[in-house]
């Protein structure tokens, strides 16, 4: 079940999963918000749909083994009415609410897989068990082979209206470093011809663009936040920088003048992606948890 509104990494993420889980030989049916791009993405590729709502997850009468929610709403939803373990997949980076209502609702499921090791901590700290968390990095759904370093073309970061994601960091960046930037919609369309990937953020559970850039052997700069140290190692797989614009620029600078830094970031990062991100990793380990939750 996820109730979001738009496609975004964490939706992207929910088809990949189902898609592969399939591969594993597992029935499944998603439960999306009505109208919602993920609900239409959905029906495109076959998959069994459903509302994520009450009225929907009552409709499934329990015939479920297994109900995963990637989203608030549709945990909130899973708490009240779900007829089976709960499995909650938490990509937000931010502390988990300390009321009485948010102590039930978390206590209501068997597992919760964390997106990142930041990400548990905060579920730990928040008053999950710690047995019931796990880690389970996103993945990829595909890593192409690695081409040539477009050095000259313009630098990619995400077309958010999120203020959260700071484009506003990125253009005075791009503006201080004279390298252009590009703001995409559709990275897999404009990664090809990308210099760098610039993914500013002031909270982030992981960042799974990130690893779309690195998998497409695009060199990242990111800000040092959340879970993304954890996929962009400094100076080995990508360049982290502080929330500031004149960090932010000075990396920008560093890896167009820096042809040997960006070749040996971008190839370390894209080796990174294809050994630990791919999709079949995230559906087995993902089952494994189901396992776990079934076992109680």
Not at 146 to 158: D, K, S
Request: with cysteine.
């Amino acid at each position: 079940m996820d109730s979001g509104r738009e496609m975004r990494g964490g939706q992207y993420q929910v088809l990949l999963l189902i898609e592969h889980l399939r591969v594993l030989g597992c029935s499944q049916r998603l439960l999306a918000r009505a109208g919602a791009p993920l609900s239409q993405e959905a029906r495109r590729a076959g998959i069994e749909t459903g509302a994520a709502s009450l009225a929907g997850l009552l409709g499934a009468s329990g015939g479920y083994d297994i109900l995963h929610v990637h989203d608030g709403r549709s945990h909130t939803i899973a708490a009240i009415a779900a007829l089976a373990p709960i499995v909650v997949s938490r990509r937000v980076a931010f502390p988990i609410g300390r009321s009485v209502g948010s102590r039930w609702k978390y206590a209501r499921a068997r597992r919760y897989v964390a997106v990142s090791r930041f990400v548990a901590r905060e579920l730990i700290s928040g008053g999950v068990r710690e047995d019931r968390v796990e880690v389970i990095y996103d993945a990829v759904a595909s890593v192409p082979a690695l081409g040539p370093w477009r050095r000259t073309g313009p630098a990619i970061a995400l077309a958010s209206a999120d203020p959260m994601k700071g484009r506003d960091l990125v253009e005075r960046a791009a503006h201080i470093s004279g390298v252009p930037v590009r703001f995409s919609d559709d990275l897999v369309r404009d990664l090809p011809d990308a210099s760098m990937f610039v993914y500013i953020t002031r909270a982030e559970g992981l960042g799974s663009a990130a690893l779309v850039a690195m998998a497409h052997g695009v060199p990242v700069i990111a800000s040092s936040v959340g879970g993304l140290p954890e996929i962009v190692e400094e100076n080995g797989t990508g360049l982290l920088v502080a929330n500031e614009e004149a960090s932010i620029a000075n990396a920008m600078r560093r890896m167009v003048n820096h042809e040997g830094l960006a070749e040996r970031l971008r190839a370390t990062a894209h080796a990174m992606v294809s050994e630990k991100s791919t999709a079949p990793r995230l559906a087995r380990e993902t089952l494994a948890a189901y396992g776990r939750a079934i076992r109680g």
